[in-house]
C-alpha cells in the first residue's frame, strides 16, 4: 500500500494512505492523486495542498 505526506506550502500537516488522506480531508479520493501531480505542484505559490508519495527503499 502506498503512503502519501500531505503539506500545506511548506507545512506538514499528516501521512497515510490516499483513503485515510481522503477521509482526512473529506474528499475523494481521486482528490488526493490529483494533488500529488506534478501541475498541482507547478501551481503550488506556497499555500496550496500538495500531497507527496512516499518511496520505499529496496534495500
Request: overall charge negative.
Amino acid at each position: 500500500m502506498n503512503e502519501y505526506a500531505l503539506y500545506k506550502g511548506d507545512d506538514f500537516i499528516t501521512i497515510g494512505t490516499a483513503q485515510e488522506l481522503s477521509d482526512y480531508l473529506n474528499v475523494k479520493k481521486n482528490t488526493i492523486y490529483f494533488l500529488a501531480t506534478p501541475e498541482n505542484k507547478r501551481r503550488n505559490k506556497g499555500n496550496r495542498l500538495v500531497v507527496v508519495k512516499i518511496e520505499e527503499d529496496e534495500t
